[in-house]
């Protein structure tokens, strides 16, 4: 059982709305407009630091582990810089949104319009963007569910794992700023590249200075506390507390409780920097196990009190609300902000890393029942059986997590990126399902396309078949098709547009992100940033891959091809005429034919006639992809991962030739299209093993259903874990599991005020069930729960 102060934290997390603070916005402008003029790293860095020389330092309740990005527990911030626009159109209904709501007073919204949304009129990135992105790409790739990187022009990048072994846990912000210093007293006035490190060097400084000084602002406030406390035990708490903030993150830390400490000033720095995704915490159980052995050698703690800490911070992680438009919510439902946090797999000498902290991580999860962090876990085919055991056994809580990845694939991918084999064995999971290493700079999520409008256009002459608006390129009468290999051809003409069109997007979202928004507090966590002396933005990490194309609907289309390569030219029951006209009316009037075409082979089966033609697509995507360069010169990459972005890309389609209705969702990641998957689990991995999984280098996501009376016995729990290292034999990288019944998820529909608490696994992430829209909802229910293995 969780502690009393764990459990108090936990009903304040379960039942507070998430609450919206514009304080650091408000700074943040104040900032820039004393500082026109000055170099745009500066300016960010200044704000930085003014923003933690002025936030709100409040200490709650109870707290151990302190530190908040606003004046609300469960806190979401405003980040105009990026867009303000968005915010404007869409606050005056935030508590009133279908899918992520936010509670803000009018007081607040006038405050925003009268004192902070004028400056930025004309600055913000989004309106960048919008004036320089050509008119045809913004048709396709702004709002559509065609093409969507709106999380890249509306916000930050995110996606870095901070360094802690080789930079944070040894020097310190003190230490990087002595460092930074030592730098710039080498630069020459003379040289432009000297005046830009100059620059970036300065940067860093400012933000050091300003990590440290929020740090001991929350010191001087537990002392004060402490004065007027009258618990004794409460009392030394905030002694303690003080005592650690006063030395952490501007030291090394030397104990597990400076370290977690230190671990969250250092996600409360990058969330005020710029509100960022998958801001991952990284193989947590390898960097603080020191700490922890050490603490436990001296006797100077217990393991209760280790395990407290951890569930502290599971509550810190998840008291952090991403603030996001409507349409973003839509991609990434449910307060996900994808900070991942990855247990088990090798060292990077390659030996077995599982260790204590790596099950108290996993028992921590099971008791508090946050959907954050993100946890990941790596499997390799040696791991420790009692490993694998407690994975299992978490999987069989219903909560979704952990999210299980094959510890030799992961390695795979990176080292096929190239990376050097001692940092691609030491490969963390970054935001759902990407092998990433804490000295990468990648956009992992760079932007979503919907495989199957690429089809719709190919069927509909590049037509929407829902707004009759021509979207796609020009195509022929899909009646005078004569062969399926016409049919097909015309599918990757129109798949090719979209990608084309996703990389222009890409591109100026790329450029802008490097002259505007510099990123000096995150590239002070980065290695190889000071070495080189250069931003994140502009390829300072060790590391720089190009940014993800993330693929929707592989299923929903190669299913729909397969339909239409067997009903209509090989066993010619039916017209390519009298299909449009089916899909034209939504198959209302065509229910016999419907019935064929959901009766034709559905990938999830382990059928080769149409896993064939997804092996195909994801072939033909990644070498597509992959023949595009950034702007730093680096290939794109392409990735199955899944986000909740499979239900409005499915919106914006019409029917489809599997049978699939207008606007229902479409496919995430690898999965198969929900409720197809007619046969066994094994046989829905096995579809997915035989894609070329590694080519992937922005992961593979397969998310399955399971009766939970599968896996409510030791036995049940052990046969899983022999399918899963089965399926990771194939080549596999990732699978994740429901496994909670029909049954309680209707019921938690009836009665979301008894089910709070109840997680379930979205996609490349869990939230809480009551927290996701009913056709979120809706969709989960629809997965094919599979009875028997």
């Given at each position: 059982?969780?502690?009393e102060?764990?459990?108090?934290?936990?009903?304040?997390?379960?039942?507070?709305?998430?609450?919206?603070?514009?304080?650091?916005?408000?700074?943040?402008?104040?900032?820039?407009?004393?500082?026109?003029?000055?170099?745009?790293?500066?300016?960010?860095?200044?704000?930085?630091?003014?923003?933690?020389?002025?936030?709100?330092?409040?200490?709650?309740?109870?707290?151990?582990?302190?530190?908040?990005?606003?004046?609300?527990?469960?806190?979401?911030?405003?980040?105009?810089?990026?867009?303000?626009?968005?915010?404007?159109?869409?606050?005056?209904n935030?508590?009133?949104?279908?899918?992520?709501?936010?509670?803000?007073?009018?007081?607040?919204?006038?405050?925003?319009?009268?004192?902070?949304?004028?400056?930025?009129?004309?600055?913000?990135?989004?309106?960048?963007?919008?004036?320089?992105?050509p008119?045809?790409?913004?048709?396709?790739?702004?709002?559509?569910g065609?093409?969507?990187?709106?999380?890249?022009?509306?916000?930050?990048?995110?996606?870095i794992?901070?360094?802690?072994q080789d930079?944070l846990?040894?020097?310190?912000?003190?230490?990087?700023?002595?460092?930074?210093?030592?730098h710039?007293?080498?630069?020459?006035?003379?040289?432009?590249?000297?005046m830009?490190?100059?620059?970036?060097?300065?940067?860093?400084?400012?933000?050091?200075e300003g990590?440290?000084?929020?740090?001991?602002?929350?010191?001087?406030?537990?002392?004060e506390?402490?004065?007027?406390?009258?618990n004794?035990?409460?009392?030394?708490?905030?002694?303690?507390?003080?005592?650690?903030?006063?030395?952490?993150?501007?030291?090394?830390?030397?104990?597990?409780?400076?370290?977690?400490?230190?671990?969250?000033?250092?996600?409360?720095g990058?969330?005020?920097?710029?509100?960022?995704?998958?801001?991952?915490?990284?193989?947590?159980?390898?960097?603080?196990?020191?700490?922890?052995?050490?603490d436990?050698?001296?006797?100077?703690?217990?393991?209760?009190?280790?395990?407290?800490?951890?569930?502290?911070?599971?509550?810190?992680?998840?008291?952090?609300?991403?603030?996001?438009?409507?349409?973003?919510a839509?991609?990434?439902?449910?307060?996900?902000?994808f900070?991942?946090?990855?247990?088990?797999?090798?060292?990077?000498?390659?030996?077995?890393?599982?260790?204590?902290?790596?099950?108290m991580?996993l028992?921590?999860?099971?008791?508090?029942?946050?959907?954050?962090?993100?946890?990941s876990?790596r499997?390799?085919?040696?791991?420790?059986?009692?490993?694998?055991?407690?994975?299992?056994?978490?999987?069989?809580?219903?909560?979704?997590?952990p999210?299980?990845?094959?510890?030799?694939?992961?390695y795979?991918?990176?080292?096929?990126?190239?990376?050097?084999?001692?940092?691609?064995?030491?490969?963390?999971?970054?935001?759902?399902?990407?092998p990433?290493?804490?000295?990468?700079?990648?956009?992992?999520?760079?932007?979503?396309?919907?495989?199957?409008?690429?089809?719709?256009f190919?069927?509909?002459?590049?037509?929407?078949?829902?707004?009759?608006?021509?979207?796609?390129l020009?195509?022929?009468?899909?009646?005078?098709?004569?062969?399926?290999?016409?049919?097909?051809?015309?599918?990757?003409?129109?798949?090719?547009?979209?990608?084309?069109?996703?990389?222009?997007?890409t591109?100026?979202?790329?450029?802008?992100?490097?002259?505007m928004?510099?990123?000096?507090?995150?590239?002070?966590?980065?290695?190889?940033?000071?070495?080189?002396?250069?931003?994140?933005?502009?390829?300072?990490?060790?590391y720089?891959?190009?940014?993800?194309?993330?693929?929707?609907?592989?299923?929903?289309?190669?299913?729909?091809?397969?339909?239409?390569?067997?009903?209509?030219?090989?066993?010619?029951?039916?017209?390519?005429?009298?299909?449009?006209?089916?899909?034209?009316?939504?198959?209302?009037?065509?229910?016999?034919?419907?019935?064929?075409?959901?009766?034709?082979?559905?990938?999830?089966?382990?059928?080769?006639?149409?896993?064939?033609?997804?092996?195909?697509?994801?072939?033909?995507?990644?070498?597509?992809?992959?023949?595009?360069?950034?702007?730093?010169?680096?290939?794109?990459?392409?990735?199955?991962?899944?986000?909740?972005?499979?239900?409005?890309?499915?919106?914006?389609?019409g029917?489809?030739?599997?049978?699939?209705?207008?606007?229902?969702?479409?496919?995430e990641?690898?999965?198969?299209?929900?409720?197809?998957?007619?046969?066994?689990?094994?046989?829905?991995?096995?579809?997915?093993?035989?894609?070329?999984?590694d080519?992937?280098?922005?992961?593979?996501?397969?998310?399955?259903?399971?009766?939970e009376?599968l896996?409510?016995?030791?036995?049940?729990?052990?046969?899983?874990?022999?399918?899963?290292?089965?399926?990771?034999?194939l080549?596999?990288?990732?699978?994740?599991?429901?496994?909670?019944?029909?049954?309680t998820l209707?019921?938690?529909?009836?009665?979301?005020?008894?089910?709070?608490?109840?997680?379930?696994?979205?996609?490349?992430y869990?939230?809480?069930?009551?927290?996701?829209?009913?056709?979120?909802?809706?969709?989960?229910i629809?997965?094919?729960?599979?009875?028997?293995?």
């Amino acid at each position: 059982m969780v502690t009393e102060r764990i459990e108090s934290a936990r009903q304040n997390y379960i039942n507070a709305k998430p609450a919206i603070s514009y304080e650091r916005a408000r700074i943040w402008t104040e900032s820039h407009k004393k500082t026109e003029g000055e170099a745009v790293p500066i300016r960010r860095a200044k704000a930085f630091r003014d923003t933690c020389e002025q936030i709100d330092v409040t200490i709650f309740e109870g707290e151990l582990i302190v530190g908040g990005i606003g004046e609300f527990r469960k806190c979401g911030i405003l980040t105009p810089e990026f867009s303000w626009t968005w915010v404007d159109r869409e606050m005056d209904n935030f508590d009133k949104r279908v899918q992520d709501p936010y509670v803000m007073t009018d007081e607040q919204r006038d405050f925003v319009r009268k004192n902070i949304f004028p400056y930025w009129k004309g600055k913000s990135l989004e309106e960048a963007f919008l004036a320089q992105l050509p008119k045809d790409t913004a048709k396709i790739a702004v709002d559509t569910g065609i093409v969507d990187n709106d999380s890249k022009w509306r916000q930050a990048v995110g996606e870095i794992t901070p360094d802690y072994q080789d930079v944070l846990f040894k020097k310190g912000f003190g230490g990087i700023i002595k460092e930074a210093k030592e730098h710039v007293s080498k630069l020459s006035i003379t040289s432009a590249e000297d005046m830009k490190k100059k620059d970036f060097y300065n940067s860093i400084i400012i933000t050091s200075e300003g990590i440290i000084t929020l740090a001991n602002r929350y010191s001087e406030k537990a002392r004060e506390m402490a004065e007027t406390e009258n618990n004794a035990v409460r009392k030394d708490e905030l002694l303690k507390i003080a005592e650690i903030c006063s030395k952490v993150p501007e030291n090394p830390p030397t104990t597990f409780y400076e370290a977690i400490q230190f671990l969250w000033f250092t996600q409360i720095g990058a969330i005020i920097s710029e509100n960022p995704l998958a801001l991952n915490v990284g193989r947590f159980d390898q960097f603080m196990y020191p700490y922890y052995k050490a603490d436990m050698d001296k006797e100077i703690t217990t393991k209760d009190q280790i395990q407290e800490l951890i569930e502290a911070l599971w509550i810190k992680l998840s008291e952090w609300v991403w603030t996001i438009s409507a349409n973003t919510a839509e991609f990434f439902a449910g307060y996900n902000q994808f900070q991942n946090l990855t247990l088990g797999g090798k060292t990077r000498e390659g030996r077995d890393g599982t260790n204590d902290l790596s099950y108290m991580c996993l028992k921590a999860t099971e008791r508090v029942k946050t959907h954050q962090p993100g946890l990941s876990v790596r499997v390799s085919q040696d791991c420790p059986s009692s490993f694998l055991e407690e994975v299992t056994h978490l999987v069989s809580k219903g909560t979704g997590f952990p999210a299980i990845h094959s510890d030799n694939a992961g390695y795979q991918m990176l080292i096929n990126a190239g990376y050097e084999p001692e940092d691609a064995r030491d490969w963390n999971n970054c935001g759902c399902v990407v092998p990433h290493f804490r000295k990468t700079g990648e956009w992992t999520s760079a932007v979503n396309i919907n495989f199957t409008a690429a089809l719709e256009f190919a069927l509909n002459g590049g037509k929407s078949r829902i707004t009759g608006e021509k979207v796609g390129l020009n195509e022929k009468d899909p009646a005078s098709f004569t062969s399926y290999e016409e049919v097909e051809e015309a599918f990757y003409k129109q798949f090719n547009n979209l990608i084309k069109h996703s990389i222009t997007a890409t591109l100026v979202a790329q450029k802008l992100h490097k002259e505007m928004v510099p990123r000096p507090f995150l590239s002070s966590c980065i290695e190889e940033c000071m070495v080189k002396g250069k931003d994140l933005v502009d390829t300072g990490a060790k590391y720089n891959l190009g940014p993800v194309l993330t693929g929707i609907g592989l299923a929903v289309t190669s299913n729909s091809l397969a339909v239409i390569k067997k009903l209509v030219f090989e066993d010619k029951v039916t017209t390519m005429e009298t299909l449009v006209k089916a899909l034209d009316a939504d198959w209302e009037g065509y229910e016999e034919l419907r019935k064929l075409a959901e009766s034709a082979p559905k990938y999830g089966n382990d059928i080769d006639y149409v896993d064939d033609i997804a092996i195909k697509m994801a072939n033909h995507y990644y070498k597509e992809g992959h023949k595009y360069k950034d702007i730093n010169g680096n290939n794109f990459n392409t990735a199955f991962m899944g986000i909740s972005n499979y239900l409005p890309t499915g919106k914006v389609v019409g029917a489809t030739p599997c049978g699939r209705k207008a606007k229902e969702p479409l496919s995430e990641g690898v999965s198969p299209f929900a409720g197809t998957d007619t046969s066994t689990p094994l046989a829905a991995m096995r579809s997915a093993a035989k894609l070329n999984q590694d080519v992937h280098s922005g992961g593979t996501l397969l998310n399955l259903r399971l009766n939970e009376d599968l896996v409510n016995t030791k036995r049940g729990q052990s046969n899983l874990g022999s399918m899963i290292q089965s399926f990771f034999a194939l080549g596999a990288f990732h699978v994740q599991f429901n496994t909670i019944s029909t049954e309680t998820l209707r019921k938690a529909q009836e009665k979301p005020e008894d089910y709070k608490d109840l997680l379930v696994r979205v996609a490349g992430y869990s939230t809480q069930f009551v927290n996701l829209s009913r056709s979120m909802q809706d969709a989960i229910i629809a997965r094919t729960a599979h009875e028997n293995y």
